[in-house]
Structure formats: C-alpha cells, structure tokens
C-alpha cells in the first residue's frame, strides 16, 4: 500500500516538473488547438491553447509504473497494458501531429485512424488470449461468477478496446473532464487489484503492478488537472486521450474485468451511446421523412448539457460525481 | 472497509436528495449572502447566491454517521466529534441567521463569535483530558512518539479548537474551495482512523466510528460540491464552515493528531495566517510610518492569488492538489 501512494506521489512530482517546460514549448511549436467547428460556439475562445497534453502526463505515469514495478514473472501484465497505452497513444500522436503541424483541420481521416486501431487491437486481444493468467474469460462482477467467451472472445475484446479508447476521445471535450473522471476511473482500478493481488497468491506480482501503474497514471492525472482544469491551459490532444483510454482498458482487459468498464467508465460509455443515437436518429429521420431531426441538441451529451445552459464547470463536477458514485459501489463487490 | 464505503454513498445519496429541496428554500427565505465588502471586486455578482448551506450536507453526514456507528463502549469519541461539530455549527448558525434575518451585514461582533468559541473548546478540551483514551497527549506524527502537554493540554487545545474553526471560516472564500478541501481532509481522516482501528484493539469501536464518520463528511461534502462548486448555487455560510472546522478539529482531537492539522489542513492554516501577516504589518507600518503597508493584495492568500489574475477555478484546483499531495505524504505515515 505504502507503494502505491509513494506512486501517486512520485508520478505527480513528475508531471508537476514536466508541465510547466512542456506547456510554453507546445505552444511555441504553435501546437495551439484549432477548435473543431461543430462544437458549442462559446468554445471558440478556446482556440490557441496548446495541445499535445498528453506528452505532459504520460511520461510521468509511464517513468513511475515502470520504475516501481516488481520484475520476474509477475510482469506480463504490465507488459500488455504498456503496448494498448502507447499503441493507442501513439496513433493518437500521429492524429494530433496532423492536425497540428500540417495544418490539416480533421487530423486522420476516421477510417486511417480505425484501421490501425483494430489491427492493434486484435494483436492485444490475442495476446491476452493465449496468455494464461488472463485467457478468454471474464469476471462477471459481483456474483463471483466466471464467463468464458472461448474463441469468441478475441472479437469482442477487439470491441471492447476500440470502443474504450474512442469513448474515452469522445468524453475529451470540456476542461478537465477526461482528466478528471479517469483519475477516478484509476484510483479506483489502483484499490480494485490491490485487492484482487491479496487474495490471490500465484498472480501476486501481476495484480501489484497493474495496481502501481494505475497509482502512477491517477498521480500524473491528478497533477495534469492543475494544468487542464477550466479554464485550461493546454488541452490533451488525441495522444492524451487515446493514451489514457488505452491504459484504462488494457487493465480492465489484464484484470478481467472489461464488464466493469461501462460502470466505472460510464462518462465515456454514455459519450458514445449519445452519439450513435444521435447519428442514427438523425439518418433515420432524413430517410424517412427527408429531413433529419437531432435527440440532443449536440452529441457528444456533455455538450448537449453545455447547450442547455448550464455551466461547462458545472458539468464537469457533475461527471465527476456519477463517476466516483459508480466507482464506489463497484468497490463494494471487492472489498470485505 | 466496506462499512467505510456504506457511509460514503449513503452521506452522498442524503445530500443528493437534499441539495434541491433545501437550495429553493434557501433563496426563498432570503438567506442570499450579503457579499462581504472587503472581497475582490469581481465577487459583487455572487450577491444573491443562497447561503447556509451548511444545512443541506450536515444532516447526511450526522444522520449517517450516527446510523452505521457501532454502539456500546467505543462512542465516547463519536460524542465528543458530535458535540464539537454541532457545538460550533450552531455558533456559525446564529451568526449566519442574524446576518441574513436581521439584515445586519456583520453578523455577531467578533467578540460575540469568540466567547461563546471558547467556552466551548475549554469544555471540549477538559472533557478530552478527562477521557482515559484520550489524555494529555498528541502523538508526534512519523516518529512514533507521543508528546505529553500535561495540564498545559488544555489551553493549548483550546487554541487548536479555535483556532482550526476560524481558519476553516477563513478558507470558505471560493467557490467550492473549503468543500473540496475538508473532503479530501475527511478521506484522509477516515483511512488513518481505520488503520490505527486495525493495530489498537481495545480502542477499535472508538476509531472505527470515528472513521465512519469522516466517511459520511466526506460523501456528503462530495455531493455538495455539486452545488457548492464554481459556479455557485448556494454557499455554506458559517454554519457550514465552523461545522466542518469544528469536526475535523474534534476527530484530530480524539484520535490524538492535532499535530497532524497544519500539514493535512495546510491550505486553512496559510488562509489564517496570511490573515495574521496582512494585519501584524499593516498596524505596524501604520504605527512606525504612519502609513499602513499590505503584504498581500488581500488576505487570506486565496483572494491574494485571485487578484493576481489567476482565475477563481485554477487557484481552487491548486489548493486542493497542495492537499491531496500532503495528505498522501501524510498517509505514508500511517499505513504498511
């Protein structure tokens, strides 16, 4: 326990240095965010903070969970969550570069950024796969049962980890929303496999370093929020939140426990939800009646929120608290 | 452990149901603060805000706490924490009452506040002393040691009654900072409580209430931040404050960690003694150069900051990283 919380500590001691560096050189490489068009029209102000945040806090989270794992055998787990982090953030990066540095407003085009995402995706998911303390079964949490998908379960953890790092890039639209709520999401995923590496013996070392690494990226988080709380100073950029959503479903992946995921993560579990049901609604209706109507004033639903007047501020807290709600009653199905 | 978290969604649950009757009710019975004139400019237009909103997350923390407490021998301490958080809620009470009742902006004289403060703290100090588990002595914190004060136990607790109470009221100037802070004050409270109730079992009942309790301050303070939050729909008013001062105060007490008070409540004790600061030097300069000089463009540091031109929201989440950061240090201290 007492290393857990020397990695928050360490971790945010990190970012605390990195920040302040990083922030007036994301600027002076005119990383300055050029605002997405289809957002709310307040956000306009936004335009020319940095972005690339993402640089800030990774390192520290990544130096720390490394640093402070315990080698031997118990470290392919932390081997998997390193690749889905920095394979998803990396293609992130190339995104953010894009945009950025080639002035080309829309970054990837949405399928150059899926493809490489499933391919990653399905090398993790057969990785997990054929490794035996994971295997293709999940923890259906609460009931202490066990689910084994059998083959099926490379398909649908490629589901799982494409959706998590896109909700999570989806929920990265207010100040320190993203941020914020997955700090909860890791101290949460910190508490839970502590936990589960008590109880079990063989997987000790495993479960210890997925809890440290979750230590370390909650410490980074925690820190990044002085730098990315509202009003921001510099934004994530897809390499933060594909970063961070990678991490976060590489370890419910490692842990078995992706079924936790639309609980612990229901901020970017309802992201998506509210822009598929845009999206289709709004195709449904023009097809059907030739003019395509909207359930939300915008999607992604944070900002359908934003539009109905309250305050952006507001709405951060407001996710803030469902996620930390959620997070303890799903600790409640571990604890004693 | 999960009694601990129980209390933390159950505190929350009663403040979520609570917030949107009592803030209606607040505003109808003009209990709008009366912005104090000697605030930032920029705070004239929170005039009308609501304020006592004490009342809207005390109930769920005392209802809660009292609830899941475990009775018989060990609830000395449980009184002792209610007596000092009810004691001085109802002194923040009758001031704000007055205040917004009788329209009489400065509420009581300091000397009306401070009378009634310490008569309660020598009976919260006595009664201490004449616990058997309690006594004459803190624990030096780190070291494993405990400082005996003897007699002199008294007065100086007294000071750390009042003195923990007034600073809390001092640190209540933005929106949502005292809240947040005391919230992460209390989850430190509760997981030190719990693990000195793991080492010492002839005291268990006493620290495991003790930690219940600062598990329901702390989920109802995080529900109240939903209201309490930039932007502000109701402030806690004095009641609120001296309700939170006088229960972290009372739980440092019992549990022998006053020493404790100026690291993890670091952001209350700067805000009392950029105040000491502000006044010492300006009566001085006033006396030796007939001019009175400030230190800070305004005490407490908080306002300092703010007129700084760092926005209301960054200083907010600056002091509650300083928190968290020391509350984590602190926590090294306790746990394995």
Redesign the interface.
Known sequence: ??RL??A??AA?AVTFVLGPIMIPWLKKLKFGQTIYDLGPQSHMKKQGTPTMGGLIFAPGALVVGVALSKGGAGSVYLWMILVSALGFGAIGFVDDFIKVHLKRHEGLTPKQKLVPQIILSIGLAVWAYLTPSVGSSWTIPFVNAEWNLGVLYIPVMVFVLVGTVNSANLLDGLD?LLAGCSMIDFITMMLIAFTMSLADEGNRGNLLNTAIFAAAMAGSL??F??FN???ARVFMGDVGSFFIGGTLVGMAMVTKLSLLLPIIAITMFVSSLSDIIQVSYFKYTKKKTGEGKRVFKMAPLHHHFELSGI?E??VV??YY?VT??LC??T??GF??
Do not use: K
Request: proline share 7%; charged share 5%; aromatic share 10%.
């Open positions: 326990m007492q919380i020397w928050i500590i945010f320190g925690m820190c929020l002085r709380g509202y009003p305050p501020t507001r807290t407001s608290l930390a709600a303890l009653l600790m409640l604890v004693a």
